[in-house]
């Protein structure tokens, strides 16, 4: 038995768009996430932490389409300060080499008490 001899791509004639967004998008848009994000009074004076897990949907432009918490923090105003969150922020527009109309990532957003 031999082995097929490997392909390789020929070049493009038109440059090419990475499927992920760079990791300094990835930064922005977490730090935008950050600024919109609020504790709620009640949980921190009741000591409450967690982490939820968001997914949601945007458009080329920054706009939130959809969203969805598919992990609670355990608490329901830490949930709701997430979905406030996600509402309120200010999402920059998805860089020009990331392909596609939409993106939807799925993020981790924490609230501790230091």
Not at 3 to 26: D, W
Not at 27 to 46: C, E, F, G, W
Not at 68 to 84: K, P, W, Y
């Amino acid at each position: 038995m031999t082995a097929a001899p490997a392909q390789t791509a020929a070049p493009s004639a038109t440059p090419s768009r990475s499927a992920g967004p760079p990791p300094n998008y990835v930064d922005r848009v977490s730090n935008a996430l950050n600024r919109a994000k609020r504790y709620p009074n009640r949980a921190r004076l009741r000591r409450s932490e967690g982490t939820a897990l968001l997914s949601f949907t945007m458009l080329r432009d920054g706009t939130v389409t959809q969203w969805r918490i598919i992990r609670s923090t355990g608490d329901a105003e830490l949930d709701e300060a997430v979905g406030e969150m996600i509402q309120r922020a200010r999402l920059p527009p998805l860089p020009d080499e990331m392909g596609g109309e939409t993106w939807s990532p799925t993020v981790p957003i924490s609230f501790t008490l230091r």
